[in-house]
């Protein structure tokens, strides 16, 4: 070993989902919306000052600030972006998980959070899903250093009741709550509601499912002004962290059109629960899922195997190697097509 490599970090990476190239490929992977931006997205970027790019962005992104602000009434001082909303947890861990206690997240849950907490050194616990993938709120009682946990969780797509939610932060106002929303536009109820009632609840939400940007990387918080005071001066010590200024101006355009944002999100509510129908039909079963994307384990034939078979049509599902994942795909929503093409090769194959 050369000296140097004594001195390196070593981590265990988290692993994104593949993002294959090709245009005739159905990529129900990563849990993207099927539908294009909202059409003013594709007007501004047309209109887009190119000269601005000389400048450098806004450092308090204060447009979409505004934007994200007014649309959630909220004041300017409760809101914080960054790029996406794996950037805003990173700075959440970074800002709020500095005890000596554990983090608490549920042992199957977005797998980043256990990275970010090893990579930031914060002790955490798991608390294990029972059999049937569900959250306890009583498991979150006991001492800890801080909780998270997304609400539908992933890769499940169950959804928590909001008085679920209320209890975990009821029996938790010492630390900071985060409520990782990022697919609560599927029809779960937000923890935005309770901003007002806990001083130490953060909520985070994103552009990349329900508003169609994961491209641009997009991600906010919603919490007391001085959370969010806590997280931009985090921010601010990280400067590499700013949006860039297309994702600003873009973010902000996105906001203005909830026609759109609202008709997308209910086509693709009404896709997952004809596809739910036609998954159990096919002899699937899967958690109940209020996201856009079904985590489903086929009665006969394994999961790996349909992943492969699936693979080689050119349609993109996710498959998790690991202990309580591995017998289930994560599929997400796409347009009805798609889901058709899916479904049309599987009555062919199973
Ligand atoms: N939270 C959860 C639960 C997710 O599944 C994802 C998407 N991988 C994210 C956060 C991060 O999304 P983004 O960084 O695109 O906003």
Redesign the pocket.
Same mark, same amino acid.
């Given at each position: 070993m050369r000296a140097w490599e004594s001195n390196i970090r070593k981590v265990v990476p988290y692993v994104p989902?593949e993002q294959p190239k090709g245009d005739r490929l159905i990529k129900l992977n *990563?849990?993207e919306n099927p539908y294009p931006p909202a059409p003013g997205v594709a007007e501004a970027l047309k209109h887009m000052d190119i000269d601005r790019f000389r400048k450098y962005p806004d450092p308090t992104a204060s447009d979409l600030v505004h934007a994200l602000a007014e649309y959630y009434g909220v004041g300017d001082d409760q809101v914080f972006v960054g !790029?996406?909303?794996?950037? !805003?947890?990173a700075m959440s861990f970074l800002t709020f998980f500095n005890s000596e206690k554990p983090v608490l997240f549920p042992d199957v849950?977005?797998s980043?959070y256990k990275v970010w907490a090893d990579l930031f050194a914060i002790p955490y616990e798991t608390p294990a899903l029972d059999a049937n993938f569900c959250i306890h709120p009583e498991d979150y009682y006991r001492e800890n250093g801080g909780v998270i946990f $997304?609400n539908p969780?992933? $890769?499940t797509g169950l959804l928590l009741s909001l008085e679920a939610v209320e209890d975990m932060i009821r029996h938790n106002q010492d630390v900071v709550v985060i409520v990782?929303e990022?697919?609560i536009d599927f029809g779960g109820k937000s923890a935005l509601e309770l901003i007002k009632k806990y001083e130490n609840l953060l909520v985070?939400q *994103?552009?990349?499912?329900s508003r169609s940007m994961?491209g641009m990387?997009?991600?906010f918080a919603i919490g007391h002004p001085d959370l969010i005071k806590a997280l931009n001066d985090v921010k601010y010590s990280y400067n590499s962290y700013t949006m860039n200024m297309p994702s600003l101006i873009l973010g902000t355009e996105t906001v203005k059109d909830d026609v759109y944002f609202k008709e997308t999100v209910q086509k693709i509510i009404d896709t997952r629960e004809w596809s739910k129908t036609r998954l159990t039909e096919l002899g699937f079963t899967f958690p109940d899922s209020m996201s856009n994307f079904i985590f489903a384990s086929h009665n006969r034939v394994s999961a790996k195997e349909l992943f492969e078979a699936l693979k080689k049509q050119q349609i993109y599902v996710r498959y998790f190697d690991q202990p309580r994942l591995s017998n289930y795909l994560r599929i997400s929503i796409g347009t009805r097509e798609e889901m058709e093409a899916l479904f049309a090769f599987l009555e062919k194959y199973l």
């Open positions: 989902g *990563t849990n !790029v996406g909303s794996d950037d !805003v947890i849950s977005y980043f $997304p969780n992933a $890769p990782d990022a697919y985070v *994103t552009f990349s499912k994961a990387r997009i991600g």
